[in-house]
């Protein structure tokens, strides 16, 4: 089955830039999208289509795709990035969605 | 703004069947992909299906088997079925409203329900 690949644990200071990577080889074809999820919440759709923001979606979030692997990049953390972020796309065919695994991002 | 809302047993026991609703206030069910995602405790989110609002539906293969998701439009509700459940169908499930891939649209899981957990036991 088609997955996708998250690292674990991402850990900055505030004000520095973080990166969370997401690899899967259908990225080259599917778009990618970007949740976070802060404890005892839904997620909450951050980016879509690889690299566009919902409406009330801070600036300082963003997304890219380099072939087969797409990043959330957030400038500028502040204690509030907090929480769990999960990738998600589709397989090759789009028959299914995928999630990747997580990265939990810690402000240190 | 659309909200939903999920509800159903919060017990189940084991080989048993897993049903949930989820209503959709405040929007209309048409034109979207209503979709059932879950999370065990302290574990990552998994994709289970979703129903079109014209009843289509498509599953994860792994679960593909044991579920059925389907849509009453007249009572704006979608149901998940998951049938012959063990422990480790023990999750948070939510209900999510999936936009179709335009160019004015998200494409992506753009309203969720808060979500209810359902444990598997006896």
């Known amino acids: 089955s088609y997955e996708l690949t998250q690292p674990p644990s991402v850990s900055v200071s505030p004000g520095q830039t973080a990166r969370i990577s997401c690899s899967g080889e259908?990225?080259?074809?599917?778009?990618g999208y970007w949740y976070r999820q802060k404890p005892g919440q839904a997620p909450v759709l951050v980016i879509y289509?690889?690299?566009k923001r919902p409406s009330g979606i801070p600036e300082r979030l963003s997304g890219s795709n380099s072939g087969t692997t797409v990043t959330l990049t957030i400038s500028g953390v502040q204690a509030e990035d907090e929480a769990d972020y999960y990738c998600?796309?589709?397989?090759?065919?789009?028959?299914?969605?995928?999630f990747g695994g997580g990265t939990r991002l810690t402000v240190l | 703004q659309v909200q939903l809302q999920e509800s159903g047993p919060g017990l189940v026991q084991p080989s048993g069947t897993l049903s949930l609703s989820c209503t959709v206030s405040?929007?209309?069910?048409?034109?979207?992909?209503w979709t059932w995602i879950r999370q065990p405790p302290g574990k990552g989110l998994e994709w289970i299906g979703y129903?079109?609002?014209?009843?289509?539906?498509k599953y994860t293969p792994s679960l593909e088997s044991r579920v059925t998701i389907s849509v009453d439009t007249s009572k704006n509700q979608v149901s998940l079925k998951l049938t012959s459940v063990t422990a480790a169908d023990t999750a948070v499930y939510y209900c999510?409203?999936?936009?179709?891939?335009?160019?004015?649209?998200?494409?992506?899981?753009?309203?969720w329900g808060q979500g209810i957990l359902v444990t598997v036991s006896s």
């Open positions: 998600q796309s589709e397989d090759s065919r789009g028959d299914y969605k995928v």
């Open positions: 999510a409203r999936q936009s179709p891939e335009t160019s004015v649209t998200t494409g992506g899981f753009d309203s």
């Open positions: 129903v079109f609002y014209s009843g289509s539906a």
């Open positions: 405040g929007g209309s069910i048409n034109t979207y992909y």
């Open positions: 259908a990225l080259t074809e599917k778009y």
């Open positions: 289509k690889d690299n």
